[in-house]
């Protein structure tokens, strides 16, 4: 299963929330031998750009439903939920079991 989570992070928190997902990781490869990526929306969407924001992204794979349920808890412990506005999201994919044409 692979993990994508993605909120939003205001600009003046931007090298706060940079150190605290690399805080973050950290503690996904301490706890569960899982490495994540960070990324960032390429094209600024309208209610980013109204509210100064960008959209971020975690991105995890290959990852047991056990660190799905951590997940949370290591942000929390990290500090990034202290440096994001609104809501942190997480969706989680499995492969299909037949190729797409």
Request: negative net charge; proline residues 2%.
């Amino acid at each position: 299963m692979d993990c994508y989570v993605y909120y939003r992070v205001s600009t003046h928190n931007a090298a706060a929330a940079r150190q605290a997902v690399a805080q973050l990781f950290a503690l996904t490869v301490a706890r569960f031998g899982v490495s994540g990526r960070l990324q960032w929306r390429a094209d600024a969407s309208v209610n980013d750009t109204a509210a100064g924001t960008t959209t971020w992204m975690e991105r995890y794979d290959s990852v047991s439903p056990a660190f799905v349920a951590s997940l949370a808890q290591l942000a929390v412990e990290s500090g990034v939920m202290a440096l994001i506005e609104g809501e942190r999201h997480a969706e989680c994919f499995i492969d299909t079991q037949t190729p797409c044409a």
